[in-house]
């Protein structure tokens, strides 16, 4: 079972992690009666889950049980080579998807590819590669830097202030 993001467990689901993890069995909703289960953990953070636990924030018993044997791996940013290799895999996944011919990126925007610090790390990686191959028709990719949207939201005031529902109450519908 994987298990992403552990650290953002919260502490009531703790429990029950630990309880399934300890006895092997789980209650299946509605059920009065245990049931075995063999299940392997391989859970993922990106946070340091020892100063969680110093913290109080993870449980310390959890910890111990899931941290038998632990993989560090470096951000993209720091594997140039991974970029090139998950830029052309996710291009030909995604154009399959898309029943077209997977594209392939100029020198340039392999370079942008590998020069760029990917702060979202793979999943960024992917949803830019996902974004040129919907975008360009053609067989290569060649734009200086991938098309990037705002990491943020804009600003507050660019919308209605009320509650959607509210909006369309109030709004005069066709016909009316």
């Known amino acids: 079972m994987f298990l992403d993001e552990i650290s953002e467990v919260g502490p009531s689901l703790q429990v029950k992690?630990?309880?399934?993890?300890?006895?092997?069995?789980?209650?299946?909703?509605?059920s009065r009666h245990p049931r075995k289960v063999d299940v392997r953990i391989v859970a993922a953070t990106n946070k340091d889950l020892s100063s969680l636990v110093?913290?109080?924030?993870?449980?310390?018993d959890l910890f111990?049980?899931?941290?038998?044997?632990?993989?560090?791996?470096?951000?993209l940013r720091k594997r140039d080579d991974d970029v090139l290799l998950l830029a052309r895999h996710f291009a030909s996944k995604f154009a399959r998807e898309l029943?077209?011919?997977a594209p392939r990126f100029s020198d340039d925007a392999l370079r942008v590819l590998r020069g760029y610090d990917w702060p979202g790390n793979v999943r960024?990686?992917?949803?830019v590669v996902?974004?040129?191959?919907?975008?360009?028709?053609?067989?290569?990719?060649a734009v200086p830097a991938p098309p990037h949207p705002p990491r943020f939201p804009a600003p507050g005031g660019t919308g209605p202030s009320r509650p959607l529902p509210a909006v369309q109450r109030d709004e005069p519908h066709p016909g009316t």
């Not at 992690?17 to 509605?30: A, D, P, S, T, Y």
């Not at 110093?54 to 310390?60: A, M, S, V």
């Not at 960024?124 to 949803?127: A, S, T, V, Y």
């Open 17 to 30: 992690l630990l309880r399934v993890l300890q006895e092997k069995e789980v209650f299946m909703l509605g």
């Open 54 to 60: 110093k913290k109080g924030t993870f449980r310390e």
């Open 64 to 75: 111990f049980r899931v941290n038998v044997l632990t993989l560090e791996i470096p951000p």
């Open 99 to 101: 029943t077209k011919p």
């Open 124 to 127: 960024e990686l992917e949803n």
């Open 130 to 141: 996902q974004r040129l191959v919907v975008m360009f028709d053609e067989e290569e990719i």
